[in-house]
């Protein structure tokens, strides 16, 4: 499937057209030059905003598909059990930091 640049441009999440940011090329043997644009998403009520992401031009103007989006995730989901463990220790650790009864020496 080929994909057109505007097509790329879209924000992955609200789909709204990107602006770009910067462009840079590179040579590389056996394929030519290649165009990347950093694009960012500019729909201030997306989740978005402000986010970088990469479009590949090759030399004959084709966009390859995306590479990280057809890959396996690397690590299994937590269990419900130790995502709550995680939560309750980041939470204690907080109070450990914000409670305000700590001593500070050295000073």
Do not use: H
Request: charged share 25%.
């Amino acid at each position: 499937m080929q994909t057109t640049f505007e097509e790329a441009s879209q924000c992955p999440k609200c789909k709204n057209p990107g602006m770009t940011t910067n462009e840079s090329k590179k040579r590389v043997i056996g394929r030519g030059t290649i165009t990347f644009f950093q694009i960012m998403c500019q729909t201030q009520l997306c989740p978005w905003y402000e986010t970088v992401w990469i479009v590949q031009v090759n030399e004959d103007g084709s966009i390859p598909t995306a590479y990280a989006q057809n890959l396996k995730k690397q690590y299994p989901r937590l269990s419900p059990e130790a995502e709550q463990q995680i939560v309750d220790a980041v939470n204690n650790q907080l109070k450990a930091e914000t409670r305000g009864d700590g001593e500070i020496r050295g000073r």
